[in-house]
């Protein structure tokens, strides 16, 4: 024993309060050198917000049978009506979407549902009692909400209306992709909207990501990860300038092409990794070190 750990132990200091892992000396030598010229996001022109919490999905929640049956009836019910993607739907650079859509009575729209007759009726039909919010029996919790409005107040619903990155709350995977279509996600999503996003998401989904960061994301039962905003903040990612940063969306572009058509995308992953590379001054031998990370 005591001639394996000459052989094999590493030296570390643990100088701060902050969590810590146990590195060899290249992983702590790539480590260092990507959050030493990177940014943390929190100092980043960005916000991460979580998905949509209506209190009662059974109701807010419906497939696109429900839907084309409620706007059959009344066409103005397409107005509130928003397709949805769900955590389990996330995959890297994509999703698979299961046909489900959210009706967006948000508070903040302050919408008449009487100006939805079809959609009030499909609402009403779960019960007065069971969607009031008054924190009473059998009700949602209670809030200042009407009975047909979701729960929270979702005063950042324009967000979802922006190119933004989607990502589950919990994820073996740490999948992330980039949406300019617009979906809603539930509540075991985040989103993130604001500057140079198309660049973020490359390098969310990159090896280097997942080699240097992915053990700052607590561990639960079963290899399960917990994505919450608190450990997206002290992660330190390079400022890139806006020519580079379109570079990067072409890139994304092509790999969403192939992922959409079946068609295989590591070719254009591993320029991604090679670009993140170089733009990080990596050696040879860290680049070796890292390799390429295929998970999805």
Not at 125 to 144: M, S
Request: proline share 3%; aromatic share 14%.
């Amino acid at each position: 024993m005591s001639d394996y750990v000459s052989q094999f132990s590493n030296f570390s200091e643990f100088n701060t309060s902050e969590s810590w892992v146990v590195l060899s000396s290249i992983e702590k030598q790539i480590k260092i050198k990507i959050e030493r010229i990177g940014t943390p996001l929190k100092n980043w022109n960005i916000r991460i917000n979580y998905g949509i919490k209506t209190g009662y999905n059974e109701a807010f929640i419906i497939d696109g049978k429900k839907k084309d049956q409620l706007i059959a009836e009344d066409p103005k019910s397409a107005d509130i009506i928003r397709p949805l993607l769900r955590g389990r739907d996330i995959k890297r650079y994509s999703h698979e979407y299961a046909d489900l859509y959210l009706i967006t009575t948000f508070p903040s729209l302050k919408i008449d549902i009487d100006s939805y007759p079809s959609v009030k009726q499909h609402l009403i039909g779960f019960g007065f009692d069971r969607l009031k919010q008054t924190g009473d029996k059998g009700a949602r919790k209670k809030t200042n909400n009407q009975w047909f409005e979701t729960q929270d107040s979702i005063s950042y619903w324009e967000d979802f209306f922006r190119p933004k990155i989607i990502y589950p709350n919990m994820t073996k995977f740490l999948p992330f992709m980039y949406d300019d279509k617009e979906y809603l996600t539930n509540q075991k999503c985040f989103i993130i909207t604001g500057e140079k996003i198309e660049f973020l998401v490359a390098f969310l989904n990159s090896s280097l990501f997942k080699y240097c960061f992915k053990e700052n994301f607590p561990e639960l039962q079963g290899g399960t990860r917990e994505l919450s905003k608190i450990f997206f903040d002290k992660i330190s990612i390079l400022h890139i300038s806006e020519e580079m940063n379109l570079h990067f969306k072409s890139l994304i572009d092509k790999v969403h092409y192939l992922k959409y058509n079946n068609e295989a995308s590591k070719e254009i992953e591993l320029q991604i990794d090679n670009k993140i590379f170089e733009l990080y001054n990596l050696t040879d031998e860290e680049k070796n070190e890292v390799g390429f990370i295929e998970i999805q």
